[in-house]
């Protein structure tokens, strides 16, 4: 439902953030919202898009006082806390496409999806994530790119996963550090709060593993399996101090 709105609290929950953090963040202006006499709005489209962009920026400390918030508010979903492990499989892995352009990978990361069995409408699926980088480019800096649709929506996708791919030559993918990307993740979510946790998930282990140079050195998918197990295992390890999505 890409027109669904939250009141103050549903945003609250939804960000995994309290209800001060939202308060906070609308007196600065820093998160966008409506007013309708007394109350406030959030629009969900709006709402993705801008905790997206705002867990892509999150680094150091930040993220990972975001991501231990998060770990909280999914446990429901994910009561083990492992994401990695439960929603990559080796099949869902592929060390060489042959992609030489923005609009190549998000194709073939469209159809690497399909495999798993788990994509309802992979032409949906497509327009998704071109409408994603279109508003906003999903790559980090180190090569990454973190692949998700503009408006995530459970009828979307059968069950939870995360597909991987590793291209053979580096492609312009508009990171801010201006440097080419090989490595691009595919995170579906029917679930939208563990969409949020799982981007939160895999920025950490990027910026606090040597995730992405093991990835690149792996001979084949089995190996970058265990490489993504390995890296997770180590965050899980490192839990920190709960902090604020909010704060600068």
């Not at 890409?2 to 009141?7: A, E, G, M, N, S």
Request: charged share 25%; with cysteine.
């Amino acid at each position: 439902m890409p027109h669904r709105t939250f009141d103050i609290d549903e945003v609250a929950r939804y960000l995994h953030l309290s209800r001060a953090d939202v308060e906070r963040l609308v007196k600065n202006r820093d998160i966008p919202s409506e007013r309708h006499g007394e109350r406030l709005v959030f629009r969900k489209i709006e709402i993705d898009t801008w905790a997206s962009q705002r867990i892509l920026r999150l680094e150091g400390q930040r993220l990972a006082e975001y991501h231990q918030k998060t770990s909280r508010g999914t446990r429901r979903g994910i009561s083990s806390g492992i994401i990695v492990k439960e929603m990559v499989k080796p099949d869902f892995i592929d060390a060489a496409l042959a992609a030489k352009t923005k609009a190549s990978v998000l194709r073939e990361m469209t159809a690497l999806a399909e495999k798993t069995g788990h994509v309802c409408d992979p032409k949906f699926l497509l327009a998704g994530l071109v409408a994603r980088e279109e508003l906003c480019p999903t790559a980090v800096p180190g090569g990454l790119a973190l692949l998700h649709t503009r408006v995530p929506e459970s009828y979307l996708f059968e069950a939870s996963f995360i597909a991987l791919g590793r291209t053979v030559q580096q492609i312009p993918f508009g990171a801010p550090d201006g440097q080419p990307t090989n490595l691009f993740f595919l995170i579906a979510c029917p679930d939208d709060r563990i969409h949020l946790h799982a981007l939160a998930r895999l920025c950490l282990m990027a910026q606090k593993t040597d995730m992405l140079s093991e990835l690149r050195q792996a001979p084949d998918a089995e190996s970058m399996f265990q490489c993504l197990i390995a890296s997770e295992e180590m965050v899980l390890e490192d839990q920190r101090p709960v902090g604020e999505l909010s704060e600068d």
